[in-house]
């Protein structure tokens, strides 16, 4: 099965994707995703111009040492496009090889673990009791894991809360938008917040929350204490993870589970975090990992330190991801939950899939290989729209923070 074809497409139905596609010699198609928010044409450049040149005629049967020529091979190592143009190839060739087999690709993982992917959805409102109406909105539509998020009294544009309360874009601008912060009136907000939604909810729903890399550790370790109560299923990136040591500290504090890692690239990220357990769930995902092949490295690894897989599920990684990664979820022993933030309908036009919601869980479906398709016709209806993340600042004084 020789590679004879790669081709790159980017395209915008309702935001920004980059695809792979990989032909062989004996006509079959594999998908993979290589999509990076905000630098979507630095990995496009990365696939066309360095390393599509070095995959045709390549065995397409070789995933393993494929990965390694493009790993070792570059020899400048990790970083997001590396890491995600090498993710795409494998997710391809994983595609392809299961089309060979004429199986669903969780079957070649080594088959299903349990009956389905336990996913979390995103309820997000301008306020307190806004937010508490979508929590129960998603509780209504069967979800059992909810991440809530609310606006702040006092701030404007705050992460996680959008216009459309189904559909969260965060690249919303053709340069970056300004949204503003303040740890005082968020650290004062939050609790109060998971007070009204856990007794909205009851006991037996999971409830999540993304601080999204603004606090301090020290001022972590405070809302970890303070969420207690409200027995999260976790708190997600409380402290940028550059400094991996600021975790020992929030862990000091707090029981409230931690989950990291949505920015990783490879093992070599995350390998601190997970042996010293300072987390309970590894965000890092198929398409800026490196593919299924090293997220399972990276899960194994994790295994080994009780640390469940959680991986990010947001609406820039394209359905062709969230297909391998639900193939990868139902497969991998540490599964913990899946992000899922629904595709609007254009992308799901686009890119046809086997994936389906019931009851609170994704299923990959029966379909061979990922499941996934790409309607060329469709996308080329949608070229490339520039889109920036946000940039966050400080509103008594402007300082940039963390977004
Ligand atoms: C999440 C994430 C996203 C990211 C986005 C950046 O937990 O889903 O934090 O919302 O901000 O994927 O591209
Ligand atoms: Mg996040």
Redesign the pocket.
């Known amino acids: 099965m020789k590679i004879t074809e790669a081709e790159v497409f980017v395209c915008c139905p309702g935001r920004n994707f980059v695809t792979l596609r990989l032909r062989t010699d004996d006509g079959l198609t594999g998908l993979g995703d290589a999509t990076l928010?905000?630098r979507e044409l630095a990995v496009a450049s990365y696939l066309k111009d360095h390393v599509i040149p070095c995959l045709i005629g390549r065995d397409a049967h070789r995933i393993e040492d494929t990965w390694q020529y493009l790993y070792r091979g570059a020899y400048w190592r990790r970083g997001p496009v590396t890491m995600t143009a090498i993710a795409a190839v494998d997710v391809a060739l994983w595609d392809l090889k299961a089309k060979a087999a004429r199986m669903p690709l969780y079957q070649l993982l080594g088959g299903a673990c349990r009956s389905g992917v336990l996913v979390y959805g995103?309820a997000n409102g301008r306020d307190l009791a806004h937010t508490v109406e979508e929590v129960l909105r998603y509780k209504e539509m069967g979800y059992r894991a909810i991440?809530a998020q609310s606006g702040i009294p006092g701030l404007n544009k705050v992460?996680?809360v959008s216009k459309d309360a189904l559909f969260?874009e965060?690249?919303d601008a053709a340069l970056p938008s300004e949204h503003d912060w303040d740890t005082g009136k968020y650290l004062r907000h939050t609790p109060q917040l998971f007070a009204r939604v856990r007794e909205a909810v009851g006991p037996d729903i999971h409830l999540l929350h993304?601080v999204?890399h603004r606090l301090t550790p020290i001022e972590a370790a405070r809302l970890g204490k303070d969420l207690e109560p409200f027995r999260l299923f976790w708190m997600?990136?409380p402290t940028p993870a550059e400094n991996q040591d600021a975790f020992r500290l929030i862990r000091q504090h707090t029981v409230t589970p931690l989950a990291v890692g949505?920015v990783f690239n490879t093992i070599w990220d995350c390998k601190r975090l997970i042996e010293e357990q300072l987390i309970d769930y590894i965000?890092a995902t198929v398409v800026h990992a490196g593919g299924i092949t090293h997220l399972r490295r990276i899960a194994d690894f994790a295994a080994l330190h009780q640390v469940r897989t959680g991986c990010?599920?947001?609406?820039?990684?394209s359905p062709v991801t969230m297909g391998a990664a639900l193939h990868f979820g139902l497969a991998v022993p540490n599964f913990g939950i899946q992000?899922y933030?629904r595709h609007t309908e254009e992308t799901d036009a686009v890119f046809p899939h086997a994936y389906r919601f019931a009851d609170g869980f994704l299923h990959p479906g029966e379909a061979i290989g990922h499941g996934v398709d790409f309607d060329e016709t469709l996308a080329a209806k949608y070229p490339y729209r520039r889109a920036y993340?946000p940039v966050n600042r400080l509103a008594h004084d402007g300082t940039l923070w963390d977004w």
């Open positions: 928010n905000g995103h991440r992460y996680g969260y965060p690249a993304d999204h997600e990136d949505e965000r990010h599920g947001a609406t820039d990684l992000e933030m993340l």
